[in-house]
C-alpha cells in the first residue's frame, strides 16, 4: 500500500499541498504516500499539484470529513 502518511488534517489550503512537497522531496520516485487532510479545497489543490508535479493521484477518497489521497511520486522531484 504505501510506504508513509502525511497527516495535514486541521491544516488550511495551501498548507497540506507545502507539506506534501516537503515530503516528495525526501523521497525517490516510485515511492506512493497517503495524504489525510480536512480542507475542502485541499480536493482541488492535490488535483493540480499531482498534474503539475507530475505525480500520480492513485486514489482519493473521502470519509466524513477526511479527505485521503494516495500518490504516486514521480521520478523527478517538484
Do not use: N
Given at each position: 500500500?504505501?510506504d508513509?502518511?502525511?497527516d ?22 516510485g ?9 475542502p ?23 466524513g470529513?477526511v ?8 521520478g523527478?522531484?517538484?
Amino acid at each position: 500500500m504505501d510506504d508513509t502518511q502525511l497527516d495535514a488534517t486541521g491544516l488550511k489550503c495551501p498548507l497540506p499541498v507545502l507539506k506534501a512537497r516537503k515530503m516528495i522531496k525526501t523521497m525517490s520516485g516510485g515511492e506512493t504516500f497517503e495524504v489525510l487532510a480536512t480542507d475542502p479545497g485541499s480536493v482541488e489543490d492535490f488535483e493540480a499539484f499531482c498534474a503539475t508535479g507530475g505525480h500520480e493521484l492513485l486514489e482519493q477518497t473521502r470519509e466524513g470529513d477526511v479527505f485521503r489521497f494516495l500518490i504516486k511520486v514521480s521520478g523527478g522531484v517538484s
